[in-house]
C-alpha cells in the first residue's frame, strides 16, 4: 500500500490569526517588545481583519510615545487618527482615542522643539472641549517656550549686567581694596545695585511673559467656550 502524503496549507485567516495571537502574547507594557513584534510583521499586520489591525496600530503608537521615538510616532499617528476618522471610531477601550492620539502628536511636537506645531494642535483640542484643564496648562507650556525678541535682548543684557558686576567686583578687590580704600562703600554699592537691577530685570520679563501667556490663553478659553456654546443652541434650535 502506497502512502500518500498531503502537504498542509494554512489559510490566509489562520495565519493572520496567528499574527494577531502572537501580538497577544507580548506583555502590554513590553513597548520596546511591542515596537519590534509590528516593525518584523507589518505587511501581514496590515492585511489583519480591521478590528485586529487598529488595536495593533493603536498600540504600537502607544509605544512609539512611551519610548520617547517621537518623530516616528508622528509618522504613525497620521495614520491612525485617518484610520479613526473614516471608521467614525468615537471611543476605544472607553476613552476618547482621537482625543489622546492628538494629544500624544501635540506631544511629540513639543519634545522635538517645534513648539509651533504643538501650540495650533492644543487650540484645536480646546476648541473641542474647552474645559479640558490639561489640554489649556499644555497650551501655556508650549507658548512659555516660544519666547519673544523681546525676552531674549533682556536676557541678553541681563547677562551683560551679571558679567559687569563680576569685573567690579574684581576690581574692589584688586584695586580698590589695596590703592583706594576710601572708594570701598561706593564701589560694593554700585555692584550690587547692578546685580540687583540684572536680576530684577530678568525676573520681571519673565514674570510679565508668563502673565501675558496666561492673559492670552485665558481670552482664548473664554472665545471657545462662547462659540461651543453658540453652535450647541443653534443645534438645539
Known amino acids: 500500500m502506497t502512502k500518500k502524503y498531503v502537504k498542509m496549507s494554512y489559510s ?65 499617528c497620521d495614520t491612525a487618527l485617518t484610520t479613526t476618522i473614516q471608521n467614525n471610531i468615537k471611543f476605544y477601550k472607553g476613552d476618547d482615542i482621537f482625543k489622546i492620539l492628538l494629544f500624544r502628536k501635540a506631544a511629540a511636537h513639543y519634545h522635538i522643539l517645534e513648539y509651533k506645531e504643538a501650540e495650533h494642535i492644543v487650540r484645536e483640542l480646546i476648541k473641542m472641549n474647552p474645559n479640558d484643564d490639561i489640554a489649556i496648562r499644555f497650551l501655556k507650556k508650549c507658548m512659555r ?14 547677562i551683560f549686567l551679571f558679567l559687569l558686576s563680576a569685573m567690579v567686583i574684581c576690581v574692589e578687590i584688586l584695586i580698590i581694596r589695596t590703592f583706594f580704600d576710601e572708594h570701598v562703600f561706593k564701589v560694593e554699592a554700585m555692584r550690587t545695585a547692578i546685580f540687583f537691577l540684572a536680576s530684577g530685570l530678568l525676573a520681571g520679563a519673565y514674570l510679565f511673559y508668563r502673565w501675558q ?25
Open 145 to 158: 517656550r516660544r519666547r519673544p525678541s523681546y525676552l531674549n535682548h533682556i536676557r541678553g543684557f541681563s
Open 213 to 237: 501667556v496666561n492673559k492670552k490663553v485665558n481670552t482664548f478659553v473664554e472665545k471657545s467656550k462662547e462659540t461651543k456654546k453658540k453652535d450647541h443652541q443653534e443645534l438645539v434650535a
Open 12 to 76: 490566509s485567516d489562520t495565519f493572520r490569526s496567528n499574527v494577531y495571537h502572537g501580538f497577544k502574547k507580548i506583555e502590554p507594557d513590553a513597548f520596546r517588545a511591542v515596537i519590534q513584534y509590528y516593525q518584523e510583521n507589518e505587511p501581514d499586520i496590515k492585511a489583519l481583519d480591521f478590528s485586529e489591525y487598529y488595536e495593533l496600530l493603536i498600540s504600537y503608537c502607544e509605544a512609539l510615545f512611551e519610548t520617547g521615538a517621537y518623530q516616528k510616532y508622528l509618522n504613525v
